[in-house]
């Protein structure tokens, strides 16, 4: 590596190290196939059928707090309004954290070339919350944790979600696309705790 090569990389390295980012984490998936309808609004009726799905994920089977998630995933081709209508509905708990989140998307189908281009927003609704019973290491449950800050009681709260994608499809099954969620940037403050979502 060059003298300004290594000068480049340590500009760009110093440069990024003066933001902080917070985020929370999405539930999880290995079969990402068969979610697009939850990470792309735009893939909202591109089947032309009526389309439904149930998924269950539970990792870390019989370990305390393991992750669980239950999703449901439907949408239907609408010609009526130009193009597709779809409802997500996810609860994910991991530990004592649990999410809920509800959201419908709408895709606008647009011919293009030999297939046909998706695009849509989604909006719903996004909950987080922390149960109240809390374990810590040296294993003092709920109320015989003496610390201010730990809601014994629990804590939860919610606010507004927002995403926009495009999502390009043929009929021989290639497909492509790109997606957005968490738009705006939302902050979610509970009775005792803070998240910041992005």
């Known amino acids: 590596i060059t003298r300004r090569m290594k000068k480049i ?5 110093l440069v990024g190290m003066g933001f902080s980012a917070f985020a929370q ?6 079969q990402n196939f068969f979610t697009r309808l ?6 909202s009726g591109m089947s032309q059928a009526y389309c439904a799905g149930l998924m269950y994920r539970n990792q870390w089977l019989n370990f305390p ?3 669980v998630t239950i999703m449901f995933n439907g949408d239907a081709y609408l010609p009526s309004i130009g193009g597709g209508l779809g409802l997500t509905v ?5 530990g004592f954290e649990s999410t809920l989140e509800a959201k419908i998307s709408y895709s606008y189908h647009i011919v293009l070339g030999p297939g046909v281009l998706g695009i849509g927003p989604s909006i719903g609704f996004f909950q987080k919350a922390l149960s109240g019973n809390w374990m810590t290491p040296d294993g003092k449950v709920g109320s015989a944790v003496n610390d201010p800050l730990v809601p014994v009681g629990g804590s939860s709260n919610a606010t507004y979600d927002i995403g ?3 999502y390009y499809a043929t009929p ?4 492509v696309g790109i997606s957005s969620s968490h738009l705006p940037e939302q902050t979610i403050k509970g009775s ?3 998240y910041q979502y992005d």
């Open 9 to 13: 990389f340590t500009s760009v390295l």
């Open 172 to 175: 021989q099954g290639l497909y």
């Open 38 to 43: 939850n990470t792309n609004p735009a893939y």
């Open 192 to 194: 005792y705790k803070t």
């Open 164 to 166: 926009l994608g495009l």
């Open 25 to 30: 984490q999405d539930a999880q998936f290995s």
């Open 65 to 67: 707090g393991n992750p």
């Open 90 to 94: 996810y609860d994910d708990k991991l």
